[in-house]
């Protein structure tokens, strides 16, 4: 079963357009993620959510959105992509333990924007 | 500059060999991880600390909160611990900051 899941896991489409990347998790954990890992490999934080509530929100432009229904699922909604958009999404999301929070990784969605 | 940095950006390695990868940062942390990125893409958590010292089989990841610094090392390195290593640390005010990430080949 995956603990983590993400879809699409390719993502291909043109500039301006408005496309969503969905995460769910199976673990039980409150906290979720969405960072980018752009095409030098760094890793940066988007988004984090607990329990359907915005906790961190990193400076990334106002067409990012996220939207949590529910505590299990984290989605992204990018409005007017743009071809520097084009990057590896990655969904996490952790479970305290060891007084910080262990993250468990999506296997990423590509996105290319062309 | 970058608040998370890691040494050696590159690494290569023969079978066998003992590897060390290094990690400092400049800002207040509650913890440190380890994570490692595979060829594919897919990312795994290695380890969680926030002091002294942790082991799980090969592997062994040290802090010096005092010095901001961070080992992970590999005893007896094999071709499947290619990867790149990441080192991440949670702040105080619950951000996560990544390092650039250490490639590393280990050829048979």
């Known amino acids: 079963d995956t603990a983590v899941s993400q879809t699409p896991k390719y993502l291909v489409t043109q500039m301006g357009n408005d496309k969503s990347i969905k995460c769910e998790q199976n673990?039980?954990?409150?906290?979720m993620y969405w960072y980018k890992q752009d095409s030098k490999k760094f890793l940066k934080i988007m988004f984090s959510?607990?329990?359907?509530?915005?906790?961190i929100n990193e400076t990334v432009p106002n067409r990012f959105s996220p939207k949590s229904p529910d505590k299990a699922h984290l989605n992204l909604h990018i409005n007017s992509l743009e071809l520097g958009d084009s990057a590896v999404y990655f969904c996490?999301?952790?479970?305290?333990?060891?007084?910080?929070?262990?993250?468990?990784f999506g296997p990423g969605t590509r996105l290319t924007v062309t | 500059k970058n608040e998370v940095e890691q040494s050696p950006q590159n690494l290569t390695a023969q079978e066998g060999e003992f590897i060390t990868i290094n990690c400092s940062y400049s800002v207040g942390i509650s913890a440190l991880h380890w994570l490692q990125q595979h060829p594919g893409g897919g990312i795994v958590s290695l380890f969680m600390l926030s002091s002294g010292k942790k082991k799980h089989g090969r592997l062994i990841a040290t802090i010096n909160i005092q010095e901001k610094h961070s080992s992970l090392h590999i005893t007896a390195s094999h071709p499947r611990d290619s990867a790149v290593y990441i080192c991440?640390?949670?702040?105080?005010?619950?951000?996560?900051?990544f390092g650039p990430g250490t490639r590393l080949s280990v050829l048979p």
């Open positions: 996490a999301s952790s479970q305290y333990r060891d007084r910080s929070y262990e993250q468990y």
């Open positions: 673990l039980g954990h409150d906290t």
């Open positions: 991440a640390v949670r702040t105080y005010g619950q951000n996560f900051v």
């Open positions: 959510y607990n329990n359907k509530e915005l906790i």
